[in-house]
């Protein structure tokens, strides 16, 4: 024991013995406080210097030693600082990373130390997924990268890169937002882990087996050193071993897997507890007062009850997208389930609570318990700029933090030094689900109606639309349509990302759209344009909206109220998607309403009359798009009119020819019937 602590030839022989050769690059996950200490007085460092030196004799100057300095800064809502922050790996690790020609990976989560020939190339500009294939995890088995473990058995962090690589089912992708410090400036940045789901116990990683099937293979080397061991494995065999095992038992890497079972993966696979009920043929303010008060969030068992009692008034398929679902650039959240959440004294007074309104807490808020100053509960707490009695709606969507909210009127009547804060939420691996209703025409080009079912405890923003687009999908499939006709009900903007990205096979069939917002007030009709502008649906609606509505106004695209409309038109999409809803300019809250986002967005504070009368206008917008037709020409160059008995005589009626030239000359597959009355 004490021969090897000071002995670097003894641990340069072990290396040998498992592999190790000059120009590897080496990963070393490290226990090397089992080596021990043998004399009173003598520090680690003895230990890390030994080791060190032993490995950069056996890899030479060509090698690279690499060890891991993980973090987890943005998981925990930390700052990370390359420089700074300390590795949470052991003290040969930490050691590692403070010397003076180490190079550090930027991966908040994940990162890694490396020294030698390759540091640089295994660590600069590493991706921000954290096992993606420009991580180091990616470089390193490219780079025939060795897996070298003091005292631990052979698997390593890399099998978390093989399983994203494999797409296993029990861990997904998860967004963290953060800031990273670099010369002492922060700077916004994010990271994607493949995770587990932390709330499951059936999906935590176990590598019991994973080592066993190693050693059976003969692909471990292990080397004795005191009285601790040499442990080593190639990347690629352990990437080959896990590739050939999973096959056989999918889940050998979790806790589930070790005791022969099929883990748990969903939570939303238990009954959804949460249900209301609508009459047959509810009337759009019915369907408003059923769903308006359940927790509609992103992903959520109210959500999902809301989608299904809409399901039950026309025919529906609901899409499921599971958590972290790469859809293009954007990853789908978890599921968020708030079971308590409130705001006492100290002495036990309970202020407000979750129980009490579901918008005193921030929809996707982290989870926090504890007493705190009134400052820093200050700092956390939203009220609303002007209504001192409303509850303003807050989410938390891509941020990771708490909040509560409440009106202005109690917060200023907080006076004590200190508060007992307590939310109980969960972020679980779950289902984003999106809700398309088709009414199938003559032909397969369509026209989408999209509205938005989140946001807890709003009416106007969003649950109007869909409310307003069911009862004009209903009205629709009485019609026989020329077009096709679908409604999309979503999760803001990530809903909408997810459907598109999935279904890319009917972006050219989609001729144009309308997005459903905001008409249950007492405003003007607003029709924004789509990003095209000059659209043939832009145009028709325009027609329409001016022939039934002389109050009503247009505006540019993004220019009046912007929601899923953006990702209709987004580049490589292009769908032309108006937005329909109800503004008024003269208005402090322009572009929205007075009760925007707060418990005062409620079935008595909107119009059933307005709601009304604006399901009546989308109507009719689709019935004269229906009529609509672009003509296309069956005929090449000029038309010999006279063959087909529609020759007009100039002499006898010169108004009459020049009309029916003027016609045929814009039948060219780019204008409407309608845009050709009008010209």
């Known amino acids: 024991m004490a021969e090897f602590t000071y002995n670097r030839k003894l641990a340069a022989d072990a290396l040998r013995k498992v592999g190790i050769k000059t120009g590897n690059v080496v990963f070393s996950h490290s226990n090397i406080g089992y080596f021990g200490y043998p004399d009173e007085g003598k520090t680690p460092k003895i230990v890390f210097e030994t080791l060190l030196g032993a490995f950069l004799e056996v890899i030479g100057p060509e090698g690279t030693l690499v060890v891991p300095t993980y973090t987890y800064s943005f998981p925990k809502g930390e700052a990370y600082n390359p420089a700074e922050t ?62 070298c473990n003091m005292n631990l058995d052979s698997p390593s962090t890399f099998t978390h890169y093989v399983e994203r690589c494999l797409q296993v089912p029990y861990r997904y992708h998860k967004f963290f937002p953060g800031r990273i410090v670099r010369d002492g400036k922060a700077c916004n940045s994010s990271a994607i882990h493949f995770c587990q789901d932390m709330n ?65 993966i969903f939570a939303v696979d238990k009954p959804v507890e949460l249900r209301t009920s609508l009459p047959e043929n509810a009337s759009a303010m019915d369907m408003i007062r059923a769903v308006w008060a359940l927790p509609r969030d992103l992903v959520s068992d109210g ?16 899409h499921e997208f599971p958590s972290g679902t790469p859809c293009w650039s954007w990853i789908l959240p978890e599921k968020w389930t708030c079971r308590k959440a409130s705001l006492s004294t100290v002495d036990g007074r309970k202020i407000f609570s979750y129980e009490d309104n579901p918008l005193h807490v921030a929809s996707y808020s982290q989870p926090f318990s504890g007493e705190i100053s009134r400052k820093e509960l200050f700092e956390h707490m939203t009220v609303h700029p002007r209504l001192a009695d409303a509850i303003p709606f807050k989410y938390n969507y891509y941020n990771r933090r708490w909040d509560l909210c409440c009106s202005r009127n109690l917060r ?22 999106v809700g398309e209703v ?56 990530i809903g909408s990302v997810a459907f598109l990205s999935r279904h890319e096979e ?33 145009r028709s609606c325009q027609r329409t909206l001016a022939k039934h509505d002389s109050k009503s106004r247009t505006g540019p695209f993004l220019q009046v109220v912007t929601n899923d409309e953006r990702q209709f038109n987004a580049p490589s999409v292009r769908v032309p998607m108006l937005s329909l809803s109800r503004v008024i300019e003269q208005n402090p809250d322009y572009p929205y309403y007075e009760n925007y986002h707060t418990h005062f967005d409620s ?30 020409p069956e005929f090449k160059g000029e038309i010999f009119l006279s063959r087909y008995g529609i020759y007009f005589n100039f002499d006898e009626d010169p108004k009459g020819s020049q009309a029916l030239f003027d016609i045929m000359f814009l039948i060219d597959g780019g204008n409407t019937l309608q845009d050709i009355a009008d010209k």
């Open 86 to 147: 300390p590795s949470t790996c052991g003290i040969f690790t930490e050691m590692l990373r403070c010397h003076p020609r180490a190079k550090r990976s930027d991966d908040p989560i994940f990162s890694v130390a490396a020294l030698g020939g390759k540091a640089d190339e295994m660590t600069r500009g590493v991706s921000n997924e954290c096992f993606g294939e420009d991580s180091f995890w990616g470089r390193f088995l490219r780079a025939g990268g060795i897996i």
């Open 200 to 264: 499951n116990p059936d999906t935590v990683a176990k590598f019991e087996l994973l080592d066993s099937y190693a050693r059976e293979a003969g692909l471990v080397k292990t080397a004795q050193l005191g009285r601790g061991a040499m442990v080593s494995m190639t990347a690629a065999d352990s990437f080959e071993l896990i590739k050939n095992k999973l096959p056989e038992n999918p889940y050998f890497l979790t806790v589930a897997g070790h005791e022969g079972r099929k883990p748990r």
């Open 303 to 318: 959500y999902d009850a809301s989608l299904l009692a809409f399901s039950e008034q026309i025919k529906m398929t609901i």
């Open 412 to 433: 200023d009547s907080l006076k004590d030094d200190r508060y007992i804060v307590d939310i109980d939420v969960e972020f679980s691996f779950g289902k984003l689900k």
């Open 438 to 493: 088709v009414i199938p025409g003559e032909s397969e080009e369509c026209i989408v109606l999209c509205a938005h079912l989140c946001h807890p405890y709003q009416v106007n923003d969003g649950l109007s639309g869909v409310a307003a687009g069911i009862k004009v999908m209903q009205a629709m499939a009485k019609r026989r349509n020329h077009y096709t006709y679908r409604l999309l009900i979503t999760p803001e903007t």
């Open 506 to 538: 009917l972006i050219p069939k989609m001729k144009g759209g309308l997005f459903l917002e905001m008409l249950a007030l007492d405003f003007p009709h607003v029709l924004q344009l789509s990003y095209e502008a000059d659209s043939p649906f832009d």
């Open 603 to 632: 079935p008595e504070n909107s119009s059933e009359r307005a709601l009304e009368n604006s399901i009546s206008l989308v109507i009719k917008m689709l019935e004269e798009w229906d009529r609509n037709r672009i003509p296309k």
